[in-house]
Each structure stands twice: as structure tokens, then as C-alpha cells.
């Protein structure tokens, strides 16, 4: 839901967003962390359809994403060196992330041009999930769909999709 939030706002509406830290706990931004880089990981093929992982919080195994979804894919992989939940310390931090994703998002559109829809599995941040939402660009972007870990179903779900024709 805080992709789509971020999604409605769009980067065309001024906002500054804030990662609530477990350590110290605290809504304000921290010392920009040393060596703090993401990493892309493409797939060895993009023979299959794309899907995205961003593993920031935590890692997202492979296997997960097979277990959803059928068919040949390509994934993608947005991550940093040790996922945790309280990695996420800086404003600049969170400015990494967008220019990251930003990149990504064109890399796989140009890998993929004939796709239809890109699947996101996200493991990240809060203040992530409401700037990706943010930098989407409405009528270059695949539609999104989104899956979310589901306890019940012990394994991720299709939770909603961002983008339609009628954007």
C-alpha cells in the first residue's frame, strides 16, 4: 500500500520522507553510513519475463519467487551487501536508493521490451516503498504487480497492481 501511496503522490508533488530507526530509535536521519551501495544483480538470461526482487530488509531466495509464479523469468535483484531491517540510516541513503532504482527500472524496460507487466517482490524499508512508489513514471513504466508475504499462505501474494492503461 505504500507503493501506491508514493505512487499517487509522484516525485511532481513536494514531499520529504522519514524512516522511523530501531537504533536509536528515532524519526530523524542518522550519519550517512560508510560503504552503503546497491547492488544490482541481473539475470544470466532475459530470455524470460522480468520480475523484480529488492531484498534491503531481508533477503528474498530465488526459489520463493518459482513457487508464486509459472513459467520462464528473468530475475532482477535490487539489494546491499547485509539486508536488515534498520539499514535504511541517511536522507542521502534514501537518494541512492531512487537513482538505483531509476536505473533499474530502465534497464529492465530496454532487456525486455515486448514485457507486459513487471511482478515485484519487495523486502524493504518503509521510506523505500513510499519513494518507489514516488519515482514511477505513469506512462513509461510496465504496470507493477505487487506481491507481499502472506504468514497464512506461507509464501508471497498478488496483492495489487500500479498501472493501467488508463493512467
Request: charged residues 15%.
Given at each position: 500500500m505504500l507503493i501506491l501511496l508514493g505512487?499517487?503522490?509522484?516525485?511532481?508533488?513536494?514531499?520529504?520522507?522519514?524512516?522511523?530507526?530501531?537504533?536509536?530509535?528515532?524519526?530523524?536521519?542518522?550519519?550517512?553510513?560508510?560503504?552503503?551501495?546497491?547492488?544490482?544483480?541481473?539475470?544470466a538470461s532475459?530470455?524470460?519475463?522480468?520480475?523484480?526482487?529488492?531484498?534491503?530488509?531481508?533477503?528474498?531466495?530465488?526459489?520463493?519467487?518459482?513457487?508464486?509464479?509459472q513459467g520462464e523469468?528473468?530475475?532482477?535483484?535490487l539489494t546491499i551487501a547485509d539486508p536488515h531491517n534498520d539499514f535504511l540510516k541517511s536522507e542521502a541513503q534514501l537518494a541512492m536508493f531512487r537513482e538505483a532504482t531509476r536505473k533499474l527500472m530502465v534497464a529492465i524496460k530496454?532487456?525486455?521490451?515486448?514485457?507486459?507487466?513487471?511482478?515485484?517482490?519487495?523486502?524493504m524499508p518503509v521510506a523505500c516503498a513510499v519513494e518507489l512508489g514516488r519515482i514511477r513514471m505513469p506512462k513509461a513504466e510496465l504496470p507493477w504487480v505487487l506481491f507481499d508475504q502472506n504468514n497464512k499462505h506461507n509464501g508471497f501474494i498478488k496483492t495489487l497492481t500500479i498501472g493501467h492503461s488508463h493512467e
Open positions: 505512487s499517487l503522490f509522484t516525485e511532481k508533488v513536494p514531499a520529504n520522507v522519514f524512516q522511523l530507526h530501531r537504533e536509536p530509535k528515532t524519526w530523524e536521519w542518522q550519519p550517512h553510513p560508510e560503504n552503503c551501495n546497491f547492488i544490482i544483480n541481473q539475470p532475459t530470455s524470460g519475463q522480468p520480475v523484480l526482487i529488492i531484498s534491503l530488509s531481508a533477503r528474498i531466495a530465488h526459489d520463493r519467487i518459482t513457487n508464486v509464479l523469468h528473468s530475475i532482477w535483484e530496454s532487456a525486455h521490451p515486448s514485457a507486459t507487466e513487471l511482478p515485484i517482490f519487495p523486502a
